[in-house]
């Protein structure tokens, strides 16, 4: 059965390091991946969306990159901040054509000062 | 004002008891969404409906119905409570099409003891 994993469940970094989660993927190709950021007792807020046909994608400090070939995509926070500390979700359509998401479990990350 | 809005935000019941949990957004989206969330295993979804007319089952739907009153409500109920449905409860919207981002309400944290 399609599987969406983040292995880590939490990351430990200092401040001003990058920080890089990993979300794998397996038993499907999904046509895009999505990040988001849910902080806690909150809804997760969207981050950024890559597709299959992209490499990587940037938005000011995040990089996501998507590799086909290791069925991963990776999501990395540079010059990362305490204020990043969160729990960041990967998700992603179970199958082609799929309307609905389905969700990784998670990594929560703290930056340490 | 939240775009994404869910009532209550807290909620303790016993066990069978029935309970209904209320969505409103003002987005405008047609599609909604509802998850729960429980540690280590994520958001799982239980129901998403595409339009007024329109409701399909998610991956966890046993033991709960919905009801989309309107474009703009979309509710959630658990006909007879039962423990194992302790969680935190999530609605979400989105558009038809493109990159199926969604947004999420604040939450219902739920209860059944």
């Known amino acids: 059965s399609q599987k969406i994993e983040q292995n880590s469940e939490a990351l430990n970094i200092q401040e001003g390091k990058t920080a890089t989660l990993t979300c794998n993927y397996t038993?499907?190709?999904?046509?895009?991946l999505q990040w988001y950021r849910q902080d806690p007792g909150r809804g997760p807020v969207f981050l950024l969306l890559?597709?299959?046909?992209?490499k990587e994608k940037r938005k000011e400090r995040l990089k996501v990159t998507f590799d086909t070939t290791l069925k991963q995509s990776l999501f990395h926070i540079t010059a990362s901040q305490p204020a990043d500390s969160a729990t960041y979700l990967c998700?992603?359509?179970?199958?082609?054509?799929?309307?609905?998401?389905?969700f990784g479990t998670g990594t929560r990350l703290t930056v340490i000062p | 004002d939240a775009d994404v809005t869910q009532t209550p935000r807290n909620r303790i019941t016993k066990t069978g008891k029935r309970i209904m949990l209320e969505c409103s957004q003002t987005?405008?989206?047609?599609?909604m969404y509802w998850y729960r969330q429980d540690p280590g295993l994520g958001l799982r979804l239980i129901y998403y409906?595409?339009?007024?007319?329109?409701?399909n089952k998610g991956e966890i739907s046993d033991g709960y119905s919905v009801s989309r009153q309107a474009q703009a409500k979309f509710s959630l109920s658990l006909e007879s409570a039962i423990p194992n449905q302790t969680a935190l409860y999530f609605c979400?919207?989105?558009?038809?099409?493109?990159?199926?981002?969604?947004?999420f309400g604040p939450g219902t944290r739920l209860t059944v003891t």
């Open positions: 979400a919207t989105s558009e038809p099409g493109g990159s199926g981002e969604q947004y």
């Open positions: 038993n499907y190709s999904p046509a895009y």
């Open positions: 890559i597709r299959e046909n992209e």
């Open positions: 998700a992603s359509p179970p199958r082609s054509g799929a309307n609905n998401l389905f």
């Open positions: 987005k405008g989206h047609d599609r």
């Open positions: 409906s595409f339009d007024v007319k329109d409701i």
